[in-house]
Protein backbone atom coordinates (compact mmCIF):
# COMPACT_ATOMS: atom_id res chain seq x y z
CA UNK A 1 0.00 0.00 0.00
CA UNK A 2 1.42 3.60 -0.83
CA UNK A 3 1.84 5.60 2.12
CA UNK A 4 2.75 9.73 1.56
CA UNK A 5 4.46 12.05 3.97
CA UNK A 6 4.81 15.74 3.13
CA UNK A 7 7.27 18.16 4.62
CA UNK A 8 8.85 21.65 3.48
CA UNK A 9 5.97 23.93 4.73
CA UNK A 10 6.51 26.85 6.62
CA UNK A 11 5.98 30.43 7.05
CA UNK A 12 7.27 32.39 4.36
CA UNK A 13 6.50 36.43 2.64
CA UNK A 14 4.14 37.08 -0.04
CA UNK A 15 6.80 36.75 -3.23
CA UNK A 16 8.55 33.95 -1.46
CA UNK A 17 9.24 30.66 -2.28
CA UNK A 18 9.34 26.86 -0.65
CA UNK A 19 9.65 23.63 -2.10
CA UNK A 20 7.81 20.83 -0.74
CA UNK A 21 8.78 17.18 -0.19
CA UNK A 22 6.22 13.74 -0.65
CA UNK A 23 8.04 10.90 0.56
CA UNK A 24 6.84 8.17 -1.36
CA UNK A 25 6.75 4.40 0.01
CA UNK A 26 5.00 1.18 -1.31
CA UNK A 27 4.83 0.38 -5.32
CA UNK A 28 5.29 3.52 -7.01
CA UNK A 29 6.59 3.12 -10.25
CA UNK A 30 2.98 3.19 -11.97
CA UNK A 31 2.03 6.03 -9.90
CA UNK A 32 0.20 9.13 -11.02
CA UNK A 33 1.01 11.71 -7.75
CA UNK A 34 -0.83 14.68 -7.16
CA UNK A 35 -0.44 17.74 -4.24
CA UNK A 36 -3.18 19.23 -3.14
CA UNK A 37 -4.74 21.77 -0.74
CA UNK A 38 -7.21 23.21 1.71
CA UNK A 39 -7.68 26.73 3.38
CA UNK A 40 -9.65 27.23 6.37
CA UNK A 41 -12.71 26.31 4.96
CA UNK A 42 -12.31 25.53 2.22
CA UNK A 43 -12.83 22.63 0.31
CA UNK A 44 -9.33 20.61 -0.37
CA UNK A 45 -8.00 21.37 -4.03
CA UNK A 46 -6.18 19.27 -6.39
CA UNK A 47 -2.78 21.61 -7.19
CA UNK A 48 -0.71 19.79 -9.97
CA UNK A 49 -0.47 16.24 -10.83
CA UNK A 50 2.35 14.93 -12.52
CA UNK A 51 2.59 11.16 -14.14
CA UNK A 52 5.00 8.14 -13.59
CA UNK A 53 7.65 8.95 -15.44
CA UNK A 54 7.36 13.18 -14.71
CA UNK A 55 6.85 13.25 -18.78
CA UNK A 56 3.32 14.82 -18.05
CA UNK A 57 2.76 17.16 -15.42
CA UNK A 58 -0.89 19.83 -14.83
CA UNK A 59 -1.67 22.60 -12.90
CA UNK A 60 -4.91 24.33 -11.34
CA UNK A 61 -5.50 27.77 -12.81
CA UNK A 62 -4.57 29.75 -10.28
CA UNK A 63 -0.87 28.48 -9.45
CA UNK A 64 0.23 27.77 -13.51
CA UNK A 65 3.46 29.58 -13.92
CA UNK A 66 4.39 29.76 -10.43
CA UNK A 67 4.26 26.32 -8.98
CA UNK A 68 6.26 23.19 -10.60
CA UNK A 69 5.59 20.04 -9.51
CA UNK A 70 9.04 16.97 -10.75
CA UNK A 71 9.85 13.80 -9.57
CA UNK A 72 12.65 11.46 -8.79
CA UNK A 73 11.86 7.76 -8.86
CA UNK A 74 15.36 6.57 -7.78
CA UNK A 75 14.36 8.99 -4.51
CA UNK A 76 10.55 7.83 -4.26
CA UNK A 77 10.19 11.92 -3.67
CA UNK A 78 7.94 14.09 -5.37
CA UNK A 79 8.43 17.88 -5.23
CA UNK A 80 6.33 21.17 -5.85
CA UNK A 81 8.62 24.18 -5.79
CA UNK A 82 6.14 27.31 -5.10
CA UNK A 83 7.52 30.68 -6.44
CA UNK A 84 5.95 33.68 -5.98
CA UNK A 85 3.82 33.23 -3.39
CA UNK A 86 0.45 34.48 -2.07
CA UNK A 87 -1.31 35.11 0.28
CA UNK A 88 -4.00 32.97 -0.97
CA UNK A 89 -1.77 30.05 -1.26
CA UNK A 90 -1.94 29.66 2.28
CA UNK A 91 -3.11 26.43 3.53
CA UNK A 92 -2.21 22.44 4.65
CA UNK A 93 -0.51 21.17 1.27
CA UNK A 94 -1.13 17.31 0.72
CA UNK A 95 0.51 14.91 -1.53
CA UNK A 96 -1.59 11.68 -2.64
CA UNK A 97 -1.76 8.95 -5.56
CA UNK A 98 -4.26 9.54 -8.03
CA UNK A 99 -5.42 7.51 -11.12
CA UNK A 100 -4.06 8.18 -14.63
CA UNK A 101 -6.82 11.08 -14.86
CA UNK A 102 -5.74 12.60 -11.67
CA UNK A 103 -9.42 12.86 -11.01
CA UNK A 104 -9.39 10.89 -8.00
CA UNK A 105 -7.45 9.82 -5.08
CA UNK A 106 -6.22 6.00 -4.38
CA UNK A 107 -4.27 6.22 -1.66
CA UNK A 108 -4.71 7.83 2.36
CA UNK A 109 -3.91 11.23 3.17
CA UNK A 110 -1.01 11.87 5.22
CA UNK A 111 -0.52 14.75 7.54
CA UNK A 112 0.05 17.08 5.62
CA UNK A 113 2.40 20.55 5.56
CA UNK A 114 1.37 23.66 6.43
CA UNK A 115 2.24 26.73 4.47
CA UNK A 116 1.44 29.83 5.88
CA UNK A 117 1.89 33.12 3.07
CA UNK A 118 2.22 36.18 5.04
CA UNK A 119 4.18 39.44 5.76
Known amino acids: QLQLVESGGGLVQPGGSLRLSCAVS???????IGWFRQAPGKEREMVSC????????NYADSVKGRFTISRDNAKNTVYLQMNSLKPEDTAVYYC?????????????WGQGTQVTVSS
Open 96 to 108: AAVDRRCSMVISP
Open 26 to 32: GFTLDSY
Open 50 to 57: ISPTGGST
